[in-house]
T-cell receptor, first 112, second 113 residues
Framework: EDKVVQSPLSLVVHEGDTVTLNCSYE??????LLWYKQEKKAPTFLFML????IEKKSGRLSSILDKKELFSILNITATQTGDSAIYLC????????????FGTGTRLQVTL | NAGVTQTPKFQVLKTGQSMTLQCAQD?????MSWYRQDPGMGLRLIHY???????DQGEVPNGYNVSRSTTEDFPLRLLSAAPSQTSVYFC????????????FGSGTQLSVL
């Protein structure tokens, strides 16, 4: 059974801090790892990672994958209150049409 | 820009009642899916469809039925609601099943008493 574990479960930081969110996984046939941001309701896509060592960046967010050690990290620099959300990690391990296995998420709260 | 539309947003049912959660997308996406989200469990795949007339089971299909008669619509039916089906339900779609292009609806919060 595919498994995705995220840590920490929740995090409170001050605006301007840098945070690192962790995602480890166990899947039979790895295809990709994805990060989503969930604010009020619907998750929205952040990154998809398929290869080790290649950092994906979007503004203050970046992510990297280690396929040997089976984990990924999501970094957020200079956090803002608008970064407050649940960050979801998911792994596509089916090899066919989308069958994502999600972690339980990390709840990030950024305070002034 | 409608995207993925789910109705209703909130629903309360009694145990044993049946109901249908509606999902429609206007992006001509082939792939559609239903997830449920529970505290401490993450999102779990219920059913999915790779095109009209084709459906398949996900991780937690028991107690739910789906059909895909058109490209646009993918309703989720609860046959006989149980308290264990209290959850937030999300419909999602993508053009070809590519996860990086998965669009989620705004969710349906369902309570079964």
């Amino acid at each position: 059974e595919d498994k995705v574990v995220q840590s920490p479960l929740s995090l409170v930081v001050h605006e301007g801090d840098t945070v690192t969110l962790n995602c480890s996984y166990e899947v039979t046939n790895f295809r990709s790892l994805l990060w989503y941001k969930q604010e009020k309701k619907a998750p929205t896509f952040l990154f998809m990672l398929t290869s080790s060592g290649i950092e994906k960046k979007s503004g203050r967010l970046s992510s990297i994958l280690d396929k040997k050690e089976l984990f990924s990290i999501l970094n957020i620099t200079a956090t803002q209150t608008g970064d407050s959300a649940i960050y979801l990690c998911a792994v596509d391990g089916a090899g066919t049409a989308s069958k994502l296995t999600f972690g339980t998420g990390t709840r990030l709260q950024v305070t002034l | 820009n409608a995207g993925v539309t789910q109705t209703p947003k909130f629903q309360v049912l009694k145990t044993g009642q049946s109901m249908t959660l509606q999902c429609a997308q206007d992006m001509n996406h082939e792939y559609m899916s239903w997830y449920r989200q529970d505290p401490g469990m993450g999102l779990r795949l219920i059913h999915y469809s790779v095109g009209a007339g084709i459906t398949d089971q996900g991780e937690v299909p028991n107690g739910y039925n789906v059909s895909r008669s058109t490209t646009e619509d993918f309703p989720l039916r609860l046959l006989s609601a149980a308290p264990s089906q209290t959850s937030v339900y999300f419909c999602a779609s993508s053009y070809d099943g590519g996860n990086e292009k998965l669009f989620f609806g705004s969710g349906t919060q369902l309570s079964v008493l």
